[in-house]
């Protein structure tokens, strides 16, 4: 296998057909009336609110822009409304701060020098809004998780990562922006630098230590059970790269599974006994 940017070529208008008859078909079999998602102006939220939009109107989806003082930038709120008004989706804005400031006064042991915690508990605080919109209006939680930031852990478990569905989670960053420009998402929002907005000052490749373009292809290699010595040579990397975003894959799996449990009896919840979702 060649490790080039062509690999990652997809015929972009049969991922949107088929991503967008995924949305509508949970919808329908789920009963639910809509769909709910934070809308963050970055591109993957942008994306996935677009497909949403496409798949069961814009009337339909909600998108809940979730700002917060010490991350406020007006840029990012800007986006999120055009990327509403692009597709015709309705939004709500609502500042978290309080609930914030609630949780880390409530905490004993809250530490706010502690960037990582404590933008943990604003991932998890934006999913509090998002589940209590989606149980009140009968919608689900469409998330925005793409396949590069799944696969190395980069997330906060039980936060950003939470839903009911995750549409886009098989396809790489540099592929979700691939299909934002095919689908019509505004090119300043593909381009802009992506962040999770947890702290000040805060960008994903900076804080991963490596550009989604390198990135993607290493991953893509580690999927097709390459070598990290010959992902190394192909894409002109240093071998000790390559083994450090392994390492992240493989020690960040916890993150990507259900709760673990002791084996004891004939079929155990969430392992060997699971039932399609459409069953009655």
């Known amino acids: 296998m060649k490790l080039t940017q062509s690999v990652l070529d997809l015929n972009w208008e049969e ?11 949970y919808i329908e079999k789920a009963r639910a009336k809509g769909i709910v998602l934070g809308l963050s102006g970055g591109v993957d939220s942008s994306t996935a609110a677009a497909l949403s939009a496409i798949a069961i109107g814009g009337n339909k989806v909600l998108g809940l822009l979730l ?16 990327a509403a008004e692009k597709f015709a989706i309705k939004t709500e804005t609502i500042d978290i701060t309080p609930a914030i400031e609630a949780f880390q006064k409530t905490i004993p042991l809250f530490d706010p020098d502690d960037n990582l915690c404590k933008g943990n508990l604003k991932a998890r605080t934006r999913m509090l809004c998002l589940y209590y919109y989606a149980n009140k209006l009968n919608f689900i939680v469409c998330g925005s998780s793409d396949k590069s930031e799944t696969m190395i852990g ?7 990562v939470a839903a009911d569905i995750a549409p886009l989670m098989d396809l790489y960053k540099t592929q979700v922006r691939k299909l934002a420009m095919h689908i019509g998402v505004p090119e300043e929002i593909v381009n802009k630098p992506p962040s999770p907005a947890l702290w000040p000052g805060q960008t994903a490749e900076e ?4 550009k989604y373009e390198t990135l993607d292809l290493i991953l893509c290699g580690l999927e097709h059970f390459m070598k990290t010595e010959e992902i190394a040579k ?24 259900m709760p673990l449990t002791t084996k004891i009896q004939y079929r155990t919840v969430g392992f060997d006994f699971r039932i399609p979702h459409n069953q009655p």
């Open 67 to 82: 700002p917060e003082k010490e991350t406020y930038n007006p840029k990012d709120m800007e986006h999120a409304k055009l």
């Open 154 to 160: 980069y997330f906060t478990k039980w936060g950003d």
């Open 15 to 25: 991922v949107k057909v088929k991503i967008t008859r995924f949305i509508r078909d």
């Open 234 to 257: 192909q894409l002109g990397l240093q071998k000790e790269l390559v083994e450090k975003v392994k390492r992240r894959w493989q020690t960040t799996e916890h993150k990507r599974r």
């Open 207 to 210: 804080e991963i230590g490596i």
